[in-house]
């Protein structure tokens, strides 16, 4: 294979992240990409999600027959915020960043950039390759609606390349959380606070008294707890009547997010009757964890991609959950796979020219046959 053509792989991700795409608002960019794959060869479909996710545009799934087993290359076209008028500034230490002051959206654009290149160059050289899809999903910020949406009939690979992980090129996730969304209402009574506060059942004291029962933070090495958000109360001068508490668990093993979610239930529960109120809980499991065996076919073809390149490769375990973990419920052996990006999520994000290109080789030696 011939070096990667870094000047047209830049020029494409300069282009992409021009555009845009905050989660919810992907028309353009699904547009731009949906062209490019009929550019080069592929047949395009985009699905009819968008009236089950709220985005402007559906998820784009496109095939390039070929000459073997099918394989799935996955990005996702949104961005989180601060990402209306992006720009991709080339430093001369080689570091592509924003301007400062949005975000770069090398989160997942570099992904997306990189599968169309290693296309571009396949297709140059007339190298044989497996039948190709792509898979570029809308709304992956907001809990992989996106990628819950779409008709994985349509699937005909059973394995699968998610390009959406920061850090060093080799890295890939082997396990990802379990992930629930919750919100308590606590309803107390309320009264007026200064003439008869004792007539009143302070709804504020009941969270921050079941609050102060739960492992906050780190539960233990598979769960974390987060309490994020608290609204209650009308004035100092009343005791309030309700309280809302929004917030999440994690947990790489699945049973433990449920028995989370339960002492969360019981903690609130007891207090709330301990002092005459009441609460309701709500919530969603947004995602489901996994576990990649060490046998799996897709991780096995990665890693030997990785140090026959001569890099190192790096299994790990992340709490942030992405598209694979609705690839693996659906019975898709799936990997995410590190991308060129770092920082993500930030206004100092960054990648590299050269680190896109080697992301780039990589791709096309999994399309390779």
């Not at 169309?116 to 609606?145: K, M, P, Q």
């Not at 009143?200 to 707890?225: C, F, H, Q, Y």
């Not at 990785?306 to 790096?314: H, M, P, Q, V």
């Amino acid at each position: 294979m011939s070096e990667v053509n870094k000047e047209r792989l830049f020029k494409t991700f300069e282009e992409l992240t021009r555009i845009d795409s905050l989660t919810y608002s992907e028309r353009k960019i699904a547009d731009t990409v949906r062209e490019k794959l009929k550019a080069l060869g592929f047949s395009v479909y985009e699905d009819n999600s968008a009236s089950l996710t709220g985005s402007d545009a559906g998820n784009i799934h496109a095939v390039l027959s070929g000459e073997g087993d099918p394989v799935l290359f996955m990005a996702h076209m949104d961005t989180v915020k601060p990402g209306i008028g992006k720009k991709a500034i080339l430093n001369p230490d080689g570091r592509i960043t924003s301007d400062g002051t949005t975000i770069l959206g090398a989160d997942d654009v570099a992904g997306i950039a990189e599968i169309l290149e290693a296309v571009e160059e396949i297709r140059e050289e007339g190298l044989s390759h497996r039948d190709i899809e792509v898979l570029f999903t809308v709304a992956e910020e907001a809990y992989c609606v996106g990628a819950s949406a779409f008709e994985y009939e349509r699937i005909k690979a059973d394995r699968a390349y998610i390009l959406d992980r920061a850090g060093e090129i080799g890295s890939a996730t082997v396990t990802e959380p379990t992930l629930i969304s919750f919100e308590i209402e606590v309803k107390g009574r309320a009264s007026h606070a200064g003439f008869e506060p004792e007539k009143g059942i302070n709804a504020i004291v009941i969270a921050s008294k079941a609050i102060a029962t739960l492992p906050v933070g780190r539960k233990d090495e598979d769960t974390t707890l987060a309490i994020g958000i608290i609204e209650g109360g009308i004035a100092t001068n009343v005791v309030p009547e309700s309280v809302k508490i929004q917030g999440e668990i994690r947990s790489q093993i699945h049973e433990k997010a449920i028995e989370t979610l339960d002492e969360v239930r019981e903690a609130f529960y007891a207090q709330a009757k301990a002092y005459g109120g009441q609460s309701e809980l709500k919530y969603d499991i947004h995602l489901k964890a996994y576990r990649i065996p060490d046998d799996s076919p897709a991780l096995t073809q990665y890693r030997k991609v990785i140090e026959d390149k001569g890099l190192t490769f790096a299994p790990e375990k992340s709490f942030g959950g992405s598209d694979c973990n609705i690839l693996r419920q659906k019975g898709i052996d799936g990997v995410t796979i590190a991308n060129a990006m770092w920082e993500i999520h930030s206004v100092r994000e960054y990648t590299t020219v050269d680190g896109m290109a080697t992301v780039t080789d990589i791709i096309r030696k999994l399309m390779a046959i």
